[in-house]
């Protein structure tokens, strides 16, 4: 019986190469360059104005893979959005503000979701959503999505400031009154600003406001809350 030459004895012991799907935590890590790599070409060029060629240069990542995972640019123009929203909410966290009064933790709390949401990029993005909604109703689901969440977040945040024996007697703080009573603090607190932040107004001039109206806004806030409730 022949012998095999060393050298084909070393290249017969190396372990195969592994070819396909790559692990796990790989296809992650390729989810995100495409993420971000869209978002990135979103904001510059705009929806219809952005090329799958650009992203997939940008995320190292070839058309055919994009495309396993978002059938359309308008899919991953979407999950763009969801990652962005997703991402706002976990900077502003999952707990209720420290402060010694409820008016402390209030203020903190709103003036937290402010300086998140009046971001550049945040601002853009949503801009870009609103502009291209009408030809591609489905956006849509964007801009649903966010607010379903961030009111979750929210409700949860004021639910928790709500257990404090401060507040916790207070008719707008009663379980079945919880949801209307975290809309009236979005409202109160965030609309007014965000609005303005859509409309063009100077970014930096806003936040500079945001403290004194925060404040303004929790102080009105809980003094409704002193007398009957909200319905």
């Known amino acids: 019986m022949s012998r095999l ?18 692990p796990r935590e790989r296809a992650g890590e390729v989810d995100e360059r495409i993420l971000e790599a869209a978002r990135r070409v979103f904001l510059e060029r705009g929806l219809a104005g952005a090329s799958m060629d650009e992203i997939a240069r940008l995320a190292r990542a070839g058309k ?33 503000p420290a402060g010694a009064t409820i008016e402390e933790r209030l203020v903190k709390l709103g003036t937290n979701i402010l300086q998140r949401l009046l971001e550049s990029d945040a601002i ?23 607010r379903e969440r961030a009111g979750q977040a929210a409700s949860q945040l004021l639910s928790e400031v709500g257990q404090s024996d401060a507040i916790g007697d207070f008719p707008a703080f009663a379980a079945e009154r919880l949801a209307t009573t975290t809309q009236f603090f979005i ?30 806004s929790v102080a009105f806030f809980l003094a409704a809350c002193r007398h009957e409730g909200v319905d």
């Open 64 to 96: 055919p893979t994009i495309y396993a995972r978002f059938p359309s640019k308008e899919a991953l123009f979407t999950a763009v959005g969801i990652r962005n929203s997703a991402q706002l909410l976990e900077r502003l966290g999952t707990h209720a």
């Open 187 to 216: 409202d109160l607190v965030v609309l007014r600003f965000f609005l303005r932040a859509l409309t063009g107004e100077n970014l930096k001039v806003l936040c500079a406001e945001i403290d004194t109206h925060v404040a303004r």
């Open 5 to 22: 030459p060393a050298t084909e004895k070393r290249r017969r012991k190396q372990p195969a190469v592994r070819v396909g799907r790559p």
């Open 124 to 146: 853009d993005f949503i801009r870009l959503s609103i502009a291209e909604v009408r030809r591609f109703p489905d956006l849509g689901s964007v801009g649903r999505i966010a």
